[in-house]
């Protein structure tokens, strides 16, 4: 609702929708499927029945697979209202909102959000001032455009292949073009910028409806574009990766999860770290994960559903993994690699090196779980548990992984029971650096209150 009355308030473009039963967006603000209903919209069940029974195993999921598709944003002027109402309190001072004609069941549900929203908007300007004041670095992952984004190759063929979940899933990316992607970058996103560009100064022409054509045209070259990771300049140097729209897709078993990153832009990322003294790591998914886990995930993608355990590591895809993992052996890559990852809804960090090279480059995985996601405690505890006992540092079992040229040390952090090495709690991760690009100090703001250190291993006598 709130963002309804934002876009009908700033006057944002409206646009048509193919491949739905809903015309166009002024259509689908005033649909009754619009609250709480907007799945059955995703696509249209006639044309996808027979797909959502074979991709799905007649698993009743749209072709998003999100388990909360019921309000999906779909348009562009969604998209574009929800990254102004998340990061400024401005916009809530324009608008009021009321409750939509809703049956009872879903009125309860709508006053339980919005007493979270209320609560959220009242801290707003406090995490504006917060990131006012600091320079910010974006990366997209799966939720900035929907669940298991990209995640296998049919997937992609499910997806792209419905003219209306296509167009939602462009408009989600020109949405972060202009909101998150453009300050990465600039110079490197002045030709899909000046096409955004374009596109809109046409609509507003033509009474603030976007052109169809121009729209699709538009997005499919986005969706072709390469060049979405970056890399700033310094000592260490950052190099933040695309994880997302540059994978390695099985070419023979599509079912299976892709690799993360297919081989040129692994050979690319390999000449950003050619020579450098250190460099720090952006990977939204860990490049080195817990074991177990992974194991499961696998298991699942086997049985034929890795869609139910979002299988997406970096192991998942033996090629990729393959070339990740000599990356790191190559004779002129840096001496200190510090990964940061997220995505998991745990926080760990693993000291990583070389097995049987006593000059080779030291690795720090350091995940942060994420602001408001957990795992469920109960069963993070018996992963974790059963993890340390089958995959310790010196377990045989290690030897049968892709990563068994390396050796993986975890830390324990200094708040977690006596063992426990993955810390299940909302919150922000904190790195302190030293001057050759090592971590001198890893802790999480846990949202709870709390500061957790993860100490470095204590080295045997």
Not at 77 to 85: D, I, Q
Not at 174 to 201: I, S
Not at 202 to 218: E, I, M, R, S, T
Not at 239 to 248: E, G, H, K, N
Request: with cysteine; hydrophobic share 40%.
């Amino acid at each position: 609702m709130a963002i309804h009355a934002l876009i009908e308030r700033l006057g944002l473009f409206d646009e048509t929708l193919e491949g739905s039963t809903i015309d166009d967006s002024p259509s689908l603000y005033k649909s009754p499927f619009s609250y709480y209903r907007r799945e059955e919209l995703l696509p249209d069940v006639k044309s996808s029945a027979a797909l959502k029974d074979r991709f799905f195993g007649g698993v009743r999921k749209p072709v998003f697979t999100s388990a909360s598709a019921a309000n999906h944003l779909m348009t562009f002027a969604e998209m574009v209202a929800m990254y102004l109402l998340v990061w400024s309190p401005t916009p809530w001072r324009l608008i009021e909102t009321q409750p939509p004609a809703l049956d009872e069941e879903r009125r309860e549900t709508y006053d339980d959000q919005a007493r979270i929203i209320d609560d959220f908007v009242t801290t707003l300007p406090a995490a504006a001032r917060v990131m006012a004041q600091l320079p910010s670095l974006m990366i997209f992952d799966d939720h900035d455009v929907t669940d298991d984004w990209n995640l296998t190759a049919q997937w992609e063929s499910t997806a792209y292949g419905h003219p209306f979940s296509k167009r939602i899933i462009g408009n989600a990316l020109l949405a972060y073009l202009l909101c998150q992607g453009w300050g990465n970058d600039p110079e490197r996103l002045k030709t899909p910028l000046d096409e955004a560009q374009a596109l809109l100064n046409d609509a507003n022409d033509h009474q603030g409806w976007l052109d169809k054509d121009q729209q699709d045209a538009c997005l499919e070259r986005l969706f072709r574009f390469e060049g979405w990771e970056f890399q700033v300049e310094g000592n260490p140097r950052l190099v933040v990766l695309d994880t997302r729209t540059r994978r390695w897709r099985n070419g023979r078993k599509p079912e299976r999860p892709s690799g993360l990153m297919d081989w040129e832009a692994l050979s690319e990322f390999q000449q950003e770290l050619i020579d450098a003294p250190s460099a720090v790591i952006v990977s939204p998914a860990p490049m080195f994960g817990v074991k177990l886990i992974e194991t499961i995930q696998k298991l699942f993608t086997l049985a034929g559903k890795p869609l139910l355990v979002d299988a997406e590591n970096w192991m998942a895809h033996r090629g990729a993994a393959s070339v990740m993992l000599n990356i790191f052996r190559h004779s002129r890559t840096p001496g200190h690699y510090v990964i940061l990852s997220g995505d998991v809804h745990y926080s760990f960090v693993y000291d990583v090196r070389i097995r049987h090279r006593h000059q080779g480059p030291m690795i720090w995985q350091i995940t942060s779980s994420g602001l408001k996601n957990c795992f469920p405690d109960t069963l993070l505890d018996t992963f974790d548990r059963l993890n340390r006992w089958l995959y310790s540092p010196r377990s045989p079992l290690n030897w049968f992984t892709q990563r068994r040229p390396m050796a993986v040390e975890p830390r324990d952090p200094d708040r977690a029971k006596t063992g426990e090495r993955l810390w299940n709690g909302p919150g922000i991760g904190l790195v302190t650096l030293a001057e050759d690009g090592s971590p001198e100090d890893i802790r999480q703001l846990d949202a709870r209150g709390m500061e957790v250190v993860f100490p470095p291993p204590e080295k045997a006598p």
